[in-house]
């Protein structure tokens, strides 16, 4: 009697200590993420100094992706050579990039979402072709974009290339003087009536 309620107390207590072990194996585990093909692309591909690019990554691992930006050629430096002088000498020119204010940055990171997606845009400080390539462990991948120099200052009305209209300013003279001449010619005409009239003695007693 006795060693069957020790076979008893022994069977439920392994019972009740399994029930935890067991209670813990059937939860649900979060799903193990596996990054895709790590891709970046850039839009648009061409721009002009002052606008901004969209990059958009796909494939990364959630978390931290950097970006480093690799920029070559420079459109807006003045062109190397020489000029002649009037007397016959030449005088040697060096190219020199004019100054851009406010450098934009060459390495900055984004975070990618839970599903390894990221949208940032990047607005260049100076023309030339620019690398980007965003860097997460072993992934890695590029894309690139062209900058090109801002569209000259014309004037008018700010994105415009006409002339603002203040009033015709050429036509009104060339009214009032048409006018003028038109008064004159009748004047003239009245003149020379007036003297047939007199010579002829018409209209005298």
Same mark, same amino acid.
């Given at each position: 009697?006795?060693?069957?309620?020790?076979?008893?107390?022994?069977?439920?207590?392994?019972?009740?200590?399994?029930?935890?072990?067991?209670?813990?194996?059937?939860?649900?585990?979060?799903?193990?993420?596996?990054?895709?093909?790590?891709?970046?692309?850039?839009?648009?591909?061409?721009?002009?100094?002052?606008? !901004? $690019? @969209?990059?958009?990554?796909? /494939?990364?691992?959630?978390? %931290?992706? =950097?970006?480093?930006?690799?920029? &070559? +050629?420079?459109?807006?430096?003045?062109?190397?050579?020489?000029?002649?002088?009037?007397?016959?000498?030449?005088?040697?020119?060096?190219?020199?990039?004019?100054?851009?204010?406010?450098?934009?940055?060459? !390495? $900055? @990171?984004?975070?990618?979402? /839970?599903?390894?997606?990221? %949208?940032? =845009?990047?607005?260049?400080?100076? &023309? +030339?072709?620019?690398?980007?390539?965003?860097?997460?462990?072993?992934?890695?991948?590029?894309?690139?974009?062209?900058?090109?120099?801002?569209?000259?200052?014309?004037?008018?009305?700010?994105?415009?290339?006409?002339?603002?209209?203040?009033?015709?300013?050429?036509?009104?003279?060339?009214?009032?003087?048409?006018?003028?001449?038109?008064?004159?010619?009748?004047?003239?005409?009245?003149?020379?009536?007036?003297?047939?009239?007199?010579?002829?003695?018409?209209?005298?007693?």
């Amino acid at each position: 009697m006795r060693l069957s309620r020790i076979f008893m107390a022994l069977t439920v207590g392994l019972a009740v200590a399994a029930v935890p072990t067991a209670a813990g194996a059937a939860q649900p585990q979060p799903p193990v993420y596996t990054p895709g093909e790590a891709s970046l692309t850039v839009t648009p591909t061409t721009i002009r100094l002052g606008e !901004t $690019f @969209t990059l958009r990554g796909e /494939g990364w691992a959630p978390g %931290t992706v =950097t970006i480093n930006v690799t920029i &070559t +050629g420079n459109p807006n430096a003045a062109p190397a050579g020489s000029v002649r002088r009037n007397d016959g000498s030449a005088v040697a020119m060096t190219a020199v990039a004019y100054q851009q204010p406010q450098s934009a940055p060459t !390495t $900055f @990171t984004v975070t990618a979402d /839970g599903d390894g997606n990221f %949208t940032t =845009t990047y607005r260049p400080s100076r &023309t +030339g072709r620019h690398v980007f390539t965003a860097v997460q462990g072993t992934q890695e991948d590029s894309a690139t974009g062209i900058v090109l120099p801002a569209r000259p200052d014309r004037p008018g009305r700010p994105g415009g290339g006409h002339l603002p209209v203040t009033g015709d300013s050429i036509g009104t003279p060339l009214k009032l003087g048409g006018g003028l001449a038109g008064a004159g010619a009748v004047l003239v005409l009245l003149s020379l009536a007036w003297r047939r009239r007199g010579r002829f003695g018409i209209g005298s007693r």
